[in-house]
C-alpha cells in the first residue's frame, strides 16, 4: 500500500484528535479503541469532504463559495455558544 502525503499527515493527526475525544468525554478510561476508530473515521471524513469540496470549487463555484459562507455562520454560532457558556457558567 502506497502512502500519500495525506495519509502520513492522517496517521500524525489520530492520535490527537483521538485524545481530544478521549478529553470531551470526560477522560474515561478503557476507550482507548474506540476513541482511535472515532478518530480515523472523522479524519477520513473530513479528508472526504475536502475531496467533494474541492470538486465543487472547480465545477460550481459560486454554490462553493455559499457553502463556505454557511460553514463559517455555524463555526461562528458554535463559537459563540461556547463564549456563553464560559460567560453564564459560576466561577
Given at each position: 500500500?502506497e502512502?500519500?502525503?495525506?495519509?502520513l499527515n492522517?496517521?500524525?493527526e489520530?492520535?490527537?484528535?483521538?485524545?481530544?475525544?478521549?478529553q470531551y468525554?470526560?477522560?474515561?478510561?478503557?476507550?482507548?479503541?474506540?476513541?482511535?476508530?472515532?478518530?480515523?473515521?472523522?479524519?477520513?471524513s473530513?479528508?472526504?469532504f475536502c475531496?467533494?469540496?474541492?470538486?465543487?470549487?472547480?465545477?460550481?463555484?459560486?454554490?462553493?463559495?455559499?457553502?463556505?459562507?454557511?460553514v463559517k455562520?455555524l463555526i461562528?454560532?458554535?463559537?459563540?455558544?461556547?463564549l456563553?457558556?464560559?460567560?453564564?457558567?459560576?466561577?
Open positions: 500500500m502512502l500519500s502525503m495525506n495519509n492522517m496517521q500524525d489520530i492520535p490527537r484528535v483521538a485524545a481530544q475525544l478521549y468525554s470526560g477522560c474515561i478510561e478503557g476507550r482507548d479503541l474506540e476513541n482511535w476508530v472515532a478518530a480515523e473515521r472523522i479524519l477520513r473530513g479528508e472526504e475531496d467533494m469540496f474541492m470538486q465543487m470549487l472547480i465545477q460550481k463555484p459560486i454554490a462553493a463559495s455559499k457553502l463556505m459562507e454557511a455562520l461562528d454560532l458554535e463559537e459563540k455558544q461556547q456563553d457558556k464560559l460567560i453564564e457558567s459560576p466561577q
